[in-house]
């Protein structure tokens, strides 16, 4: 018995926020983000708008998509590193306004490579038996820890959500074929949100330093995030005797067009056969991949039989990949 994707949803807020309206708020320029990371516009949340709100409409989807009732779901996993609160978990809120009320719910902050992290977890607990229908989502308002005043930083990141429905499969040949995570705690300083947590709780002072915002190494992260995406997709494939030619369409982490050209390149994997649209949502931390994934699907790109690999990088520092028979 294998575990296998039975649907998936997304949801962006509408709220465009292009590079000109960047233009008006640092020092930048359409033509320098454009150029230096391919994202042209992203999304922002409306004034009350939270992760759960995005989570559960993308929840919603991806249960139609899969025709399983919410009082079905056994598991409901959060990936995101933008909840409501602290405390309780995203997913817990989520779980009541699903009216799933025999799952349990918890999140996992893996960053950027949480979808797959939370996939990863999904996947244990169908292959053991445990549950039947684990429903993952990724949920990000990246807007709430964008500094602003920070060019280096606020034209990277959107807000957005995806999500899938885990169920078990019999077939011999489809499902989830196997994931990798990793973790290098030791580059923990290059990409992080100092402040709100038990380090630096909120305070006044913890607020005139700005320690509630991303900080990032934009490129020292970038060279990494080169050579691990490329390590990540070639141990994807290695237990399989995959090659690049049997890859459908590679759906990676939308941090910027230039690292995934780049790893396109190492792999000799046609940019065809890459799923992009960090155009038009930016980099959107753990939603990023089943943004795209649903995007590919709903579009009749990702078919039953096409193999998918899924490949991401992010704060932690952490980095995973997936393989799919879809
Ligand atoms: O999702 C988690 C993983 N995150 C990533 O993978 C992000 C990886 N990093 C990147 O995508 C790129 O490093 C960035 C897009 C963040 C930056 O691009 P870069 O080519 O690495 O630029 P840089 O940081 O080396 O900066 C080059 C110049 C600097 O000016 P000086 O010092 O050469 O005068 C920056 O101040 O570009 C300047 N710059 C900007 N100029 C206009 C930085 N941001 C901007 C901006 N507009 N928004």
Same mark, same amino acid.
């Given at each position: 018995m294998r575990s296998h994707i039975l649907g998936t949803g997304s949801y962006v807020p509408k709220q465009v926020l292009t590079n000109a309206d960047l233009e008006q708020l640092v020092d930048t320029s359409d033509s320098w983000i454009v150029e230096r990371t391919g994202i042209r516009e992203r999304r922002k949340v409306a004034p009350g708008e939270a992760c759960s709100d995005l989570g559960i409409r993308a929840a919603q989807q991806a249960l139609a998509a899969a025709n399983i009732q919410s009082a079905d779901v056994d598991l409901i996993i959060v990936a995101t590193c933008t909840g409501d609160s602290p405390l309780p978990s995203t997913a817990s809120l989520i779980q009541y306004r699903l009216g799933a009320s025999r799952a349990a719910a918890f999140d996992i902050s893996a960053a950027c490579c949480g979808f797959v992290y939370a996939l990863s977890a999904a996947d244990a607990f169908i292959?053991?038996?445990?549950?039947?229908h684990v429903l993952v *989502?990724?949920?990000e308002v990246m807007s709430s820890v964008t500094d602003w005043t920070d060019r &280096?930083?606020?034209?990277?990141?959107?807000d957005g959500a995806g999500a899938v429905v885990v169920g078990r499969t019999e077939e011999e040949d489809r499902g989830l074929l196997s994931v990798h995570l990793h973790a290098d705690g030791r580059l923990s300083d290059l990409i992080c949100v100092p402040g709100g947590g038990s380090s630096f709780p909120a305070s006044e002072s913890m607020l005139a330093e700005r320690l509630q915002y991303v900080k990032m190494r934009g490129n020292e992260t970038f060279k990494i995030a080169v050579k691990t995406m490329e390590e990540a997709v070639r141990e994807a494939l290695a237990p399989h005797n995959l090659t690049m030619d049997d890859i459908d369409y590679l759906?990676?982490?939308?941090? &910027? *067009?230039r690292i995934l050209k780049a790893v396109g390149q190492r792999l000799g994997l046609s940019m065809e056969k890459v799923v992009l649209n960090l155009d038009r949502f930016g980099n959107t931390s753990a939603a990023s991949i089943p943004?795209?994934?649903d995007e590919a699907v709903r579009a009749g790109q990702i078919r039953p039989g096409s193999l998918i690999v899924l490949a991401a990088f992010g704060a932690g520092l952490t980095w995973a990949s997936g393989v799919v028979r879809w």
């Open positions: 292959r053991s038996g445990q549950y039947r *989502i990724a949920s &280096n930083t606020c034209v990277l990141f959107g759906v990676p982490h939308q941090a &910027n *067009i943004l795209a994934l």
